[in-house]
């Protein structure tokens, strides 16, 4: 057998080709094999783990804040520790427990978010006093402390032990692995088949998984894909022996656990009877921004202590010593990373069937699970999490190389900041705005990004300072956030939404295609608006548009702007290929404005040169017009729910329509208000967002838009299954809670929700409803506690307050402000 690979002569057709065998690629080939894929190869260009999987200090640390993200994780430690008598090697996990510090009280509230988080996927968490944290870790000092969380379940593993028993396991299943073996071209054919060409030969398959790590850029460049991950150098330091850290082990005690200082930004663990220090500095700069050497293999860069000597100083206030401990070695090895810290998994854009594992910057913790998604995504169509929070598409064009370098060193440097539920972080900033920006940062608007744009999140009134506060209570914004909810209640409010997602299907085949595509019927008449949803196979949803049919085979759609890429991706993929259907992104050529508040049809009848009235533009409704000189097109319809309309216009016109609106504002009480505001008023709408309240890992039915699907009209992606889920059961049901005994914090998504002692649900969202003077959370309980009425308990960084089920759309159930 040649010893460069698992057979003599390289496979030439196959069903999946993963290129990458570091943890991650490894880890997919696996998953795929376990699947029941077992024509399946692994292309690497040196050995096993060499590229950033060798250095990887192998930490698992469960904790993150994310739901998905957190599922992944719980599922890695798991696999982890059953993985070994599967394949019969020891994949060195060590279950040491992990204790993350907190010197003040926001960190403390980050915990109990977390812990949270953690409860509705089954984590165990443990709150520490001082004290607690000492009797478990002795060589540390209290000074400073107010708590601490640990995670009894968390440790390490050992990362080249780990990737060759799935490896092993990979292979048992029916599938190959190349070393040595260099990738050189990647091809589609007019088939759809990919050619993936290396110095050994040609392989062709109907999947190719991009796991490349380091290389990731390169690899897609071979696809014509811009990637958006860049490598950030991470240093950590193994020190030699010390005495007593030993004699511990001598003793029968148990190994240290891995302690993290979240706010000195470090890690330690036990090393060979040493300590093991991990910092994330800032300064730390990206690398390989232009890909590696060709022959790069298990490569380290020069250290740089200097650039350590802050955290190396935490460190030994913390375990003193530390102080006196040698330093056996230092590690500067490249992490891949994204912009936001988030592994990119999922479908690559614009190519149907290549995947993409990469940008891990907790790659061995995230290995297992992404994997296991991936895997399900490909065979089945879809995964079994929602991995909104991980999809490649959640990225734009306007993530360029220079754009990543600086985010992704910033991500680094904040891996141990604390993550606020209002968090906006700076850098690369402003980098996409609207027109009207000046103006409504003039008016005191505080801005956040989404997807490259700048967004009002919120108005500073004269005297404020013009400056963000993030907080997991309700921060010094909640004030001034109510006043203008209710300035849109009482008079009129303007908010920018030019960020949505814009595009327009043409062609004669058009509407059979979109009706194909969609659970609802599309607006029959010409101008009629309507709102439809995309299901998976499986009859989750997918994605939420909303149409107005503007001719007989043309269409006008509106999405969240936060899924771009990938909304527009899932329709140009599923567009035939005659030619009869024709789409057209008007992202960046369309603004929207929103005016809603009940002057608003008063504020926009002089002018606007359109009969504005009930029976001249019911609701649900859009038309071709003008505002002022400007040519726009109004939609009777907003997320807010008050009178009001969406004017899309012509990027170039903004400022025009903008100064008109305001000129003729003021006496009708207009001011602007932000994305916070609106997050609030469509709370009391009961109004669902994707990826919360709208999920792959809900049916439409358990979503509440039964009257959003239209089983009569014939067939749809992901009808069948819908019916075949609800025949077997739901177990969720979408409700509407009001909130009581929580003080001075809100649900903000993800606590746990209880009946007794038993966790029946979970948050999907929350906040203030200041029309109604109510703390308000939205979310999936089991079927049995949806009742109007029912009381249940909410969690709420850390407290049990309770909740009361609503009626659906608390505020103007009968939508009466809407129509009138």
């Not at 930490?59 to 993985?83: A, C, I, T």
């Not at 608003?600 to 009930?614: E, F, G, K, V």
Request: aromatic share 10%.
């Amino acid at each position: 057998m040649n010893k460069n690979s698992d057979s003599s002569v390289m496979k030439t057709h196959a069903r999946a080709v993963v290129i990458g065998g570091g943890a991650v690629g490894v880890s997919t080939l696996y998953h795929l094999a376990k699947k029941g894929w077992s024509d399946v190869v692994l292309i690497e260009r040196k050995e096993l783990t060499s590229g950033s999987t060798w250095h990887a200090a192998g930490l698992l640390p469960l904790f993150n804040m994310s739901y998905s993200v957190g599922q992944l994780h719980k599922y890695s430690v798991d696999l982890y520790g059953r993985l070994g008598a599967e394949v019969d090697m020891d994949v060195g996990l060590r279950t040491v427990s992990n204790i993350r510090l907190a010197t003040n009280q926001d960190r403390m509230d980050e915990y109990r978010q977390y812990a949270g988080v953690a409860q509705t996927i089954g984590i165990d968490v443990e709150f520490l006093t001082p004290d607690e944290v000492i009797g478990i870790w002795p060589f540390a000092v209290k000074d400073g402390l107010v708590g601490a969380m640990r995670h009894p379940n968390d440790g390490y593993v050992q990362p080249a032990d780990l990737t060759q028993a799935l490896a092993t396991g990979a292979r048992k299943l029916g599938a190959k692995i190349y070393r040595n073996t260099t990738v050189t071209g990647i091809s589609q054919a007019s088939s759809g088949e990919w050619r993936v060409e290396t110095d050994k030969g040609e392989i062709t398959c109907e999947h190719v998984v991009s796991c490349t790590g380091n290389f990731a850029r390169q690899t897609g460049a071979m696809v014509g894909l811009d990637i958006p991950v860049i490598p950030v150098e991470h240093q950590y330091i193994v020190t030699e022996p010390h005495a007593d850290i030993q004699a511990r082990s001598k003793d029968g005690l148990p190994e240290l656990g891995v302690l993290r200082e979240s706010d000195g930004s470090w890690y330690m663990r036990e090393e060979a009877g040493g300590l093991l220090l991990g910092p994330y500095e800032k300064g730390a700069p990206a690398c390989y921004v232009d890909g590696p050497d060709a022959d790069s293999e298990y490569e380290l860069f020069q250290e740089d202590i200097d650039r350590l000597m802050p955290h190396i100083e935490s460190a030994i206030r913390r375990v003193p010593i530390f102080e006196q401990l040698g330093i056996k070695k230092v590690y500067n090895g490249a992490i891949a990373y994204a912009p936001d810290g988030n592994p990119i998994v999922g479908p690559a854009w614009d190519k149907k069937n290549f995947w993409l594992n990469e940008g891990h910057s907790f790659g061995i913790t995230a290995a297992g699970g992404a994997g296991w998604q991936l895997a399900e995504w490909i065979v089945e169509g879809a995964p079994s999490v929602d991995m909104l929070g991980v999809d490649p598409r959640r990225f734009g064009d306007y993530a360029t190389k220079s754009y990543l370098t600086t985010k992704n060193e910033e991500a680094y440097a904040d891996v141990f900041t604390i993550h606020y539920p209002d968090e906006e972080r700076p850098a690369a900033r402003p980098l996409k705005t609207s027109p009207c920006y000046d103006r409504l940062k003039a008016r005191g608007a505080v801005f956040g990004h989404l997807f490259g744009w700048e967004r009002a999140n919120w108005f500073a009134p004269e005297g404020v300072e013009q400056k963000d506060h993030w907080s997991f209570r309700r921060s010094k914004w909640f004030e001034h956030v109510g006043n203008e909810c209710k300035n849109v209640q009482e008079n009129v409010g303007l908010l920018d939404m030019t960020a949505f997602a814009k595009a327009r299907v043409t062609g004669p085949g058009a509407e059979a295609f979109l009706d194909r595509l969609l659970a609802n019927r599309l607006p029959k008449k010409i101008g009629r608006v309507g709102l439809l949803h995309g299901l998976t196979p499986q009859g989750g949803v997918h994605s939420e548009f909303t149409i107005q049919r503007e001719g007989p085979d043309q269409f006008y759609l509106v999405s969240a702007g936060a899924w771009q890429r990938l909304d527009h991706d899932w329709l140009k993929k599923q567009m035939p290929s005659d030619g009869s259907v024709q789409f057209e992104n008007l992202t960046g050529a369309m603004g929207v404005l929103v005016v809603a508040g009940p002057n608003a049809r008063n504020l926009l009848q002089p002018i606007c040169d359109t009969d504005l009235s009930n029976d001249s533009f019911p609701w649900l409704t859009g038309q071709e017009t003008s505002i002022g000189l400007a040519p726009v097109k109004l939609l009777r319809v907003n997320f807010v729910g008050e009178l009001g309309w969406e004017i899309h216009h012509a990027i170039e016109y903004q400022n025009h329509i903008f100064d008109a609106v305001f000129r003729n504002g003021e006496t009708h009480g207009l001011k602007p208000f932000g994305i916070r505001a609106m997050n609030n008023l469509r709370l009391e709408k009961s109004y669902r967002l994707i990826g919360t309240e709208m999920s792959i890992e809900y049916s439409a039915y358990e979503s509440g838009l039964d009257r959003f699907v239209s089983l009569k009209k014939g067939d749809f992606i992901g009808r069948d299954n819908l019916v075949a889920w609800k025949e077997r059961g739901h177990k969720n049901a979408f409700v509407t809670l009001e909130v009581s005994g929580n003080n001075d914090a809100d649900v903000i998504g993800n606590n746990p929700i209880y009946a007794g002692s038993q966790v029946v649900g979970r948050a999907t969202g929350g906040g203030y409803g200041f029309r109604l003077g109510k703390s308000l959370a939205l979310a999936m309980v089991e079927p049995s506690f949806a009742e109007i009425g029912q009381e249940l308990e909410i969690d709420v960084l850390g407290t049990r307050c309770q909740a009361r089920i609503l009626e659906e759309s608390p505020y103007d159930p009968r939508n009466d402000r809407l129509r009138s």
